[in-house]
């Protein structure tokens, strides 16, 4: 995890989660400690989690 970045969504098992670290959404897998920028805006990481193919993601984010 990013001390200090807020939590935007985490999945039911805790193994993934979205932060808004420093004006940038980031999706991390806690598992590996994978980092995967998501954009500046909430829309970006919308569409950008659709392109890695998590729409189930993008859908709860609000």
């Known amino acids: ?3 200090g970045a807020p939590v935007i969504w985490v999945n039911s098992d805790m193994s993934e989660q979205v932060t808004d670290f420093n004006g940038e959404y980031i999706l991390i897998k806690i598992s590996d400690k994978q ?3 998501l954009g500046k805006t909430l829309e970006d990481a919308r569409e950008k989690l659709k ?3 998590r729409p189930d ?3 709860q984010l609000r």
């Open 35 to 37: 980092r995967i920028s």
């Open 51 to 53: 392109e890695i193919g």
């Open 57 to 59: 993601i993008a859908e």
């Open 1 to 3: 995890m990013m001390a």
